[in-house]
């Protein structure tokens, strides 16, 4: 049993295998949060608590007397509203009578075995595992507003997934302003927000600052996660670094206008706020309705920023990632975007995809321009039959013809778009998110659709549905090119257009889940502009995203390590494109951009016909070498070696097996330097008792030499020089450190 409930002190202990997290329905119903952090067990922390009268912050009706206690003090797991709670607060709502009040008091609890679902939305799910599911109902009194915290508790992994169900039990209508997944209040210490900003083209991008005094706000107003902020936050303190200190992270289940509020108060306790965002957000709750938030997955460590990396690589991989690829190898693959952007036909793509077979990959990938009137990014979205004039050929004969030279097929799609200049927006103009009487905003040429309303999910399913049934097509590449504006749905009425944006959300996934659980066959990659919903929400449907339209090597070594730090190596689309870059004009040798590839979903961007024989070799021998490592690279643990956006002489990063069997270093020269100093990393993750073969130069070391003394390389010189270093367990040491089975 993972959570303990004293029934007489109303005291709730959700226990995971290195942590604990407490909180107390106390004698008056409030719900207060106690603890979390490493494990205690069921120990009452009660006793840590202590509260003075603190002027202004005032007191509830009943405890007046009482000046110590105030909820602008308190810890709290969920906060109400208008009623003295003056930090960031979970949810905002008008009552029937238009008052802002909402005084949540504990009402009862139920513990069941397994892992609660979220209607509608993704959500982690129990796999084989021992989670269970508590639920703690708050009730206001006055309103019949009930909220139900949700807390799926997983021992194994750490991992404590929350969300809220907020029901209008009264009579009247309510309007919900704020409704988060969840509160985490720290009573002591400080701490620094680590968040992960960035733009297209330079994806999260870690940012570390002290919580300040004040609200720190990250969020999306974008109706995506967004390249500009990422849905996960961590709360480090000031000395955590990889390998030691305590940190919390906090990661939201979700890919549209999220929040994450983090803000140390006057009595220097820390909170941390996250889930929908309130910008333009109003939910009408009839009475007997009921609204879901989405899941943020909360976990603790007192080992470091690896540990907690570690921790959500492992969850998101395992318990949000489904179906038959989620574990499996991916195929090397072949996309045809920077190789011919939309300048292609039949034959073009024919001889990409002949040369690629020659050369060992195992996937052609056909991108934008295949459909409708598409030329350019000016048109032809929506029209989602293929352009047989331009490709000189029908799709199957397409697809027969790549499959005929033992190829897969994969296709790129925009489903949730639509060009002014296509059939489907003269049909249907409605269709697109416009204001009626205003001109709307253009991005990239294009609208989005009304994915709020059921009609254009039908079409949108029936469409794509159809394309996946009648051809055969192994993988498809789901792209979303610009940003919500003008979000109005005509088919709601006017109290429920601050609902649209959530329903855009509900919508998409609807079409997800069904898409993916009837084609469970095809592997799903998702993109946005590269890593634009780069987020847990995506992951439940799509098992990898393109991890960021940069594809030149140096910049990606950035972006991929600030990607590490939430989400699994294996869902970080990755590919070697030409050189010089097609963004940044970069020349790098063909052996560094493939490093920095094959940590993720490996493959190819570029025209192979242009290469030269020695280049085309080297490929022959880079697609056999990740095919060897990609069970290492995918099911091991990873570790950042060094920081990139600090560090400007190399660039080092690391998998270890888990159960230290074998290694795999890379390094990337990002800075050479004229009378250099040695390049010297230490490893990570090894069996310290081990002896390890070095591939190539077949010298052994032990495991505690590799990790407490390190590994010196000789100097690289030249532009961009990488290497890759593989490590081998053979034995054990001896007592006198001698190798048993290893020869030195
Ligand atoms: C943006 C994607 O990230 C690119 O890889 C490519 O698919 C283009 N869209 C096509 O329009």
Not at 92 to 107: H, M, W
Not at 545 to 569: A, H, N, V
Not at 648 to 659: H, L, V
Request: aromatic share 12%; hydrophobic share 35%.
């Amino acid at each position: 049993m993972c959570i303990e409930i004293d029934n007489k002190k109303r005291l709730f202990s959700l226990n995971t295998k290195h942590t604990t997290y407490q909180m107390v329905a106390d004698s008056h119903g409030f719900l207060r949060h106690i603890y979390y952090g490493r494990k205690i067990g069921s120990f009452d922390m009660r006793y840590r608590e202590y509260y003075s009268d603190c002027g202004f912050s005032p007191n509830p009706y009943e405890l007046q007397t009482q000046r110590d206690f105030s909820l602008d003090t308190r810890s709290m797991e969920y906060t109400g509203c208008g009623i003295g709670d003056f930090r960031p607060g979970c949810v905002r709502l008008t009552n029937g009578d238009g008052s802002f009040s909402a005084d949540l008091r504990y009402v009862g609890h139920s513990l069941r075995e397994g892992k609660y679902r979220i209607p509608g939305l993704p959500a982690s799910y129990d796999n084989g595992g021992q989670c269970q599911t508590l639920c703690i109902d708050l009730k206001d009194d006055v309103s019949d507003v009930i909220v139900s915290l949700y807390y799926g508790v997983f021992p194994e992994q750490d991992m404590i997934a929350r969300s809220a169900v907020v029901k209008n039990c009264g009579k009247q209508p309510i309007q919900l302003y704020k409704a988060a997944s969840a509160c985490l209040d720290l009573p002591f210490g400080t701490w620094d927000l680590i968040h992960f900003q960035g733009r297209h083209c330079m994806e999260r991008m870690p940012e570390r600052t002290p919580v300040p005094h004040a609200t720190v706000n990250i969020s999306s107003g974008r109706g995506a996660s967004s390249h500009q902020h990422n849905p996960f936050a961590i709360l480090a303190a000031p000395e955590t670094g990889e390998d030691n200190g305590p940190c919390y992270g906090a990661m939201l289940v979700y890919s549209g206008n999220f929040k994450i509020e983090a803000e140390c108060s006057q009595m220097q306790s820390t909170r941390l706020v996250a889930g929908i965002s309130d910008e333009q957000f109003c939910w009408h709750l009839e009475p007997g309705e009921s609204f879901y938030t989405p899941e943020l997955l909360l976990s603790y460590t007192d080992r470091g920023l690896t540990a907690l990396s570690q921790c959500y690589q492992d969850f998101v991989a395992e318990n949000i990632c489904r179906g038959p690829y989620k574990d499996g190898s991916r195929p090397v693959l072949i996309n045809n975007w920077e190789a011919t952007y939309f300048d292609f036909n039949a034959e073009t793509l024919c001889g990409i995809a002949r040369q690629a077979r020659n050369l060992g990959v195992e996937m052609l990938v056909l991108d934008d321009g295949w459909f409708g009137q598409r030329d350019d990014d000016t048109s032809g979205l929506g029209d989602w039959f293929v352009n047989e004039q331009k490709l000189g050929c029908t799709l199957p004969r397409l697809i027969d013809r790549i499959r005929k030279m033992g190829l897969k097929f994969g296709i790129w799609v925009e489903p949730e778009m639509v060009s002014q200049n296509s059939q489907l927006y003269r049909q249907h103009p409605d269709w697109a998110l416009t204001v009626p009487g205003r001109n709307p905003t253009v991005g990239r040429g294009q609208l989005v659709l009304d994915l709020s309303r059921k009609d254009v999910v039908d079409y949108l399913y029936a469409t794509f549905s159809q394309l996946l049934r009648s051809n055969a097509i192994a993988y498809v590449k789901w792209d979303m090119n610009r940003h919500l504006t003008d979000v109005f749905s005509r088919e709601l009425p006017p109290q429920r257009q601050g609902e649209v944006f959530h329903r855009y959300m509900l919508g998409l996934y609807d079409l997800l889940e069904r898409l993916t659980q009837e084609f469970p066959q095809v592997l799903f990659e998702g993109c946005s502009g590269g890593g634009g919903r780069f987020d847990a929400g995506m992951l439940y449907y799509f098992p990898q995203i393109w991890c960021s339209d940069d594809t030149d090597p140096i910049e990606r070594l950035k972006i991929q390590y600030g990607t590490s730090f939430g989400y699994p190596i294996r869902s970080v689309g990755s590919h070697v494109s030409a050189s010089p870059n097609h963004q940044t004009g970069r020349k790098t040798p063909l052996n560094t951009r493939a490093v920095v590839a094959m940590s993720g979903t490996f493959g190819y961007e570029l025209d192979l016909q242009l290469l030269s024989a020695e280049e085309k070799e080297e490929i022959r021998r880079q697609i056999p070498k990740y095919k060897r490592w990609q069970s290492l690279i995918f099911h091991g643990n990873y570790y950042r070696l060094t920081n990139p956006l600090r560090d400007d002489y190399f660039t080092a990063w690391q998998f270890a097996a888990k159960d230290g069997t074998q290694a795999l270093l890379n390094l990337v020269v990002t800075a050479p330097k004229a009378n250099p100093y040695p390049i010297h990393v230490t490893l990570k993750g090894l069996d310290p008792e081990g002896m390890y073969r070095e591939e190539g130069s077949g010298m052994v070391y032990s495991g505690a030499a590799l990790m407490y003394g390190g590994y010196t390389l000789p100097i690289l010189l030249g532009d961009y020089p990488s290497v890759q270093l593989y490590f081998e367990k053979i034995g054990f040491q001896d007592g006198d450190g001698a190798s048993r089975n290893g020869n030195h």
